[in-house]
T-cell receptor
């Protein structure tokens, strides 16, 4: 079956512009996660969804970052007024269980590489 | 907050066995140990998970001593395609504060 897909694969934008990153999780997966990975760094947890609700937004780095999930499926991560330090690969993952679990296998998408000029 | 420590990098040659150890001194009773593999320009991929003793699958083995304060990922007979970053995660079913991948261990396999 299809895995997690993300779009666009690459996004180049100018400082101050807004961007939207999309994630299509594996069908039926209840949990959805967003991470950020800067060059040569590990993954930084941003936000987690259980169904359409986000019980944990603690990882969002600033109020310029927001995310939503609709229909228990597609999720959009929005970054407003982008800054150069927002440049990174944004990874989405989904998992079958409906809880924020480290013990639950996460299936990752290929990521969106965001470059802010 | 769960914390893991792994070597930053390791080198090996094709055909050798590679063991990557992760320290997690503050592991809690309900915590599982999960390893992921990440190739360049790809998202991480689940390799193996365990709670105690030994777990083996078609890709790797995971050794966990009785005190569970560390774990060792064992890759038998590595090939060039095993060159990747390997992450150790420790956590349970309920805490996103343990979703910390860290910088992982960068394994380089040489011919």
């Amino acid at each position: 079956g299809a895995g997690v897909s993300q779009s666009p694969s690459n996004k180049v934008t100018e400082k101050g512009k807004d961007v939207e990153l999309r994630c299509d999780p594996i069908s039926g997966h209840t949990a959805l996660y967003w991470y950020r990975q800067s060059l040569g760094q590990g993954l930084e947890f941003l936000i987690y969804f259980q169904g359409n609700s986000a019980p944990d937004k603690s990882g969002l780095p600033s109020d310029r970052f927001s995310a939503e999930r609709t229909g228990g499926s597609v999720s959009t991560l929005t970054i407003q007024r982008t800054q150069q330090e927002d440049s990174a690969v944004y990874l989405c993952a989904s998992s079958p269980l409906g809880a924020p679990v480290v013990a639950d296998t996460q299936y990752f998408g290929p990521g969106t590489r965001l470059t802010v000029l | 907050l769960a914390k893991t420590t792994q070597p930053i990098s390791m080198d090996s040659y094709e055909g050798q066995e590679v063991n990557i150890t992760c320290s997690h001194n503050n592991i809690a009773t309900n915590d599982y140990i999960t390893w992921y593999q990440q190739f360049p320009s790809q998202g991480p991929r689940f390799i193996i998970q365990g709670y105690k003793t030994k777990v083996t699958n078609e890709v790797a083995s995971l050794f966990i001593p009785a005190d569970r304060k560390s774990s060792t990922l064992s890759l038998p007979r590595v090939s060039l395609s095993d060159t990747a970053v390997y992450y150790c995660l420790v956590g349970d079913r309920g805490n996103t504060d343990k979703l910390i991948f860290g910088t992982g261990t960068r394994l380089q396999v040489f011919p």
